[in-house]
T-cell receptor, first 112, second 114 residues
Framework: DAGITQSPRHKVTETGTPVTLRCHQT?????MYWYRQDPGHGLRLIHY???????DKGEVSDGYSVSRSKTEDFLLTLESATSSQTSVYFC???????????FGQGTRLTVV | QQQVKQSPQSLIVQKGGISIINCAYE??????FPWYQQFPGKGPALLIAIRPDVSEKKEGRFTISFNKSAKQFSLHIMDSQPGDSATYFCAARVNSGGYQKVTFGTGTKLQVIP
């Protein structure tokens, strides 16, 4: 999976609790992305990063925050998880400048 | 707002048949159109891609047809095999200041039956 590791792979959490998902890359790519995948919606961009401490919102960013303190790590935090955030979350990386996007294996998050 | 519309949502094809998945886009700034293949429990993986200055691209049994004037593109899988059973996503990419924004279609679940 192009040197991308997502953790955890599965998580069940309770409504209202904070949750952090981690994406780690070994490719030294500049761009990192968080997507969520839901039936009937395909993949939707939550947040992306174009460098250390440089992040921006995607199309479904409400309720999510991100941080990137190192090139290799991109964290996605659900401040207070809700049932609507039950989804499969994918991290992707890209070298930019026409480079392809490579995806991790995903994290299945269930909010009960 | 769905900028990339994909159809059908699901598709069942006999082994050896042709699978066809269609996508349409609205934003003329898109400059790259990849297709991703996703198997259960895995992340999407790039399958094949095309630029808008080309009308067709073929890689093995997979062909993209691109109609710039109609703002449509499609994936054809020739001689479909059970191993092709997966979910396929079309996508469209635009570059903005070095950042690539990729918009995905909603996916097509393909089942190839023996």
């Amino acid at each position: 999976d192009a040197g991308i590791t997502q953790s955890p792979r599965h998580k069940v959490t309770e409504t209202g609790t904070p949750v952090t998902l981690r994406c780690h890359q070994t490719e030294n790519h500049r761009y990192m992305y968080w997507y969520r995948q839901d039936p009937g919606h395909g993949l939707r961009l939550i947040h992306y990063s174009y460098g250390v401490k440089d992040t921006d919102k995607g199309e479904v960013s409400d309720g999510y925050s991100v941080s990137r303190s190192k090139t290799e790590d991109f964290l996605l935090t659900l401040e207070s998880a809700t049932s609507s955030q039950t989804s499969v979350y994918f991290c992707a990386i890209s070298a930019g400048e026409g480079g392809e996007a490579f995806f991790g294996q995903g994290t299945r998050l269930t909010v009960v | 707002q769905q900028q990339v519309k994909q159809s059908p949502q699901s598709l069942i094809v006999q082994k050896g048949g042709i699978s066809i998945i269609n996508c349409a886009y609205e934003n003329t700034a898109f400059d790259y159109f990849p297709w991703y293949q996703q198997f259960p429990g895995k992340g999407p993986a790039l399958l094949i891609a095309i630029r808008p200055d080309v009308s067709e691209k073929k890689e093995g049994r997979f062909t993209i047809s691109f109609n710039k004037s109609a703002k449509q593109f499609s994936l054809h899988i020739m001689d479909s095999q059970p191993g092709d059973s997966a979910t396929y996503f079309c996508a469209a990419r635009v570059n903005s200041g070095g950042y690539q924004k990729v918009t995905f279609g909603t996916g097509t679940k393909l089942q190839v039956i023996p």
